[in-house]
């Protein structure tokens, strides 16, 4: 539990210190402000008169417990039914008079008040848009697999293909309004997909982008790898997507995965993997 003149007397003058016993976690000064930094995400920013959070995107169980650590007294940071709220009571006792407030990145507590707090209908909404995150992931891949795509080129998604080439990123509304566009429009952009395997750590050398960059070069693969793309790459891309608009990760579903590769199976020809392909991005992305 912390406030500004508690970090900055633990700073002494200094501009960042590491948090003792809290792996990746540092106290930094930010201009005037002092935040809380957990690997490269500001989770907590105070201010002279409150402070303001945010996941990063990464509403992981120790994001949520370095949150907790440093807020202030009597305000705590809880999740319930995949989603996280804001409360100045105890959220492990029913209490009538208990207000929680549902969490979005930029809540901010400001002399006691909550300000910027998730909507009312928000909850519901968010439910009903990683659904269809988690359907259009697997859509994706699924035309992934059926050979529905080619290899990003000149004529792919120009915005996904310069995120991809590491360009000035563009403010967090613009990149959701992009993704919203894909999302309603069912645009399955292979750019994107070789960018949600970038961020997940599955690099060129990777087994698995080996097997896309074969499927999107009609090379074809072997039959009993197609679950992986069911699998891996589909918890790459839906977590891509979850994390710019804010939600928590999904993790691997095995069943799910087995259930799907039903649809397809037979679809695809036995084939050695390209190796040399996979590392070959001279087609234009």
Known sequence: MSTYSEMDAKLKGRE???????RATSIVRVGENIAVRYHDTKVITFTRDGCILNSGGFRTYTTKARINEHLPAPWVLFSSKGEWYLTDRSPYRRNPEREDHLFKDGIELRNGRVLNAGGPLTAKFRRGLVADIDAFSEEFCLALLQGRLAAPGPEDC??????????????????????????????????????????????????????????????????????????DATCALSNYIRRRFGF?????????????????????????????????LSGGF
């Open 16 to 22: 960042s210190k590491q948090v003792r016993g809290q």
């Open 158 to 231: 120009q915005y996904c293909r310069t995120r991809g080439a590491n360009a000035d990123p563009t403010s967090i509304e613009d990149e959701k309004n992009h993704l919203r566009g894909h999302l309603e429009s069912r645009e399955f952009v292979p750019a994107l997909l070789l960018n949600a395997l970038g961020e997940a750590g599955w690099t060129r050398e990777k087994y698995l982008y080996s097997i896309v960059w074969n499927l999107l070069t009609g090379s074809g693969i072997y039959e009993r790898d197609a679950e992986y793309v069911m699998r």
């Open 248 to 280: 928590p990760h999904r993790r691997r579903n095995f069943r799910k995965s087995r259930k799907s590769f039903a649809q397809f199976t037979g679809t695809l020809r036995e084939a050695p993997y390209d190796y040399a392909g996979a590392n070959d």
